[in-house]
């Protein structure tokens, strides 16, 4: 009989991309093991799943889809601005991190679940749209892009919260930015998602006033425990 299923809550408060990248990836070979040794050993047993909370020091990330053109700053001005640019493993194409900004990161064994990435995508959305509805903001996914809008199919559309994943193995790694408290100038410096005709916004720019992100992280957990139909362990 396989145990229960539960998701381990971590919050890593301020941290380079880098290094989250290193948590993530070991965490994920972790699971990965786990899985395979349970599999010899004929062992039916559910893996390990985590939910990372963080926030990112000034970053543009890369996904490895992505165009090098959607960067609009030189190395000058990311140097001036001290903002780095990073390539990574991802799905899509530049987006923006940096604080007052939720970065979650679910690294979890799909199999546990269901083994559907675009389901999945789409989960990820539901979660972030059950979360902004918490605070009166009206959102919702796009069945033409990645992501959570507000205003989908106005002149005013714009995202909320960027996403992109790796998969290995059917286990997860990075996930999802939503836009909290965040500094939306920052994303002048690129065309955010490659999207070069919509814009971006935040929950704080949207109530015209500063949210708690702690009171965001604990309404998005409560949302992923329900979605996934999982038990915290934080």
């Known amino acids: 009989m396989k145990n229960s299923k539960k998701v381990i809550v971590k919050n890593l408060g301020f941290i380079d991309f880098e290094e989250s990248f290193k948590i993530q990836k070991q965490i994920q070979n972790e699971i990965i093991d786990i899985k395979l040794n349970n599999r010899k050993n004929n062992l039916n047993l559910f893996t390990p799943n985590y939910l990372l909370f963080m926030e990112h020091n000034h970053v543009y990330t890369l996904g490895n889809s992505g165009d090098d053109k959607n960067l609009l700053f030189n190395k000058k001005e990311l140097d001036k601005k001290g903002i780095k640019f990073l390539k990574t493993n991802r799905g899509g194409d530049i987006t923006y991190h940096g604080p007052g900004q939720l970065v979650?990161?679910?690294?979890?064994?799909?199999?546990?679940?269901?083994?559907?990435?675009?389901?999945?995508?789409?989960?990820?959305?539901d979660i972030i749209v059950a979360t902004l509805d918490y605070f009166g903001?009206?959102?919702?996914?796009?069945?033409?892009?990645?992501?959570?809008?507000?205003?989908?199919?106005?002149?005013?559309?714009?995202k909320i919260c960027a996403m992109g994943i790796k998969v290995s193995r059917w286990v997860t790694m990075h996930g999802l930015a939503l836009n909290v408290n965040t500094n939306l100038s920052y994303f002048k410096g690129i065309i955010p998602c490659g999207i070069n005709n919509k814009g971006v916004t935040s929950i704080s720019n949207e109530l015209n006033q500063t949210v708690d992100l702690k009171t965001v992280r604990k309404i998005m957990i409560k949302n992923f425990a329900k979605k996934f139909n999982v038990s915290i362990d934080s």
Do not use: M, Q
């Open 137 to 158: 903001i009206a959102a919702f996914g796009n069945s033409n892009e990645t992501g959570v809008w507000l205003d989908i199919g106005s002149k005013n559309e714009r």
């Open 104 to 125: 979650c990161y679910p690294v979890f064994d799909l199999e546990n679940f269901y083994t559907d990435i675009h389901r999945y995508l789409r989960d990820l959305e």
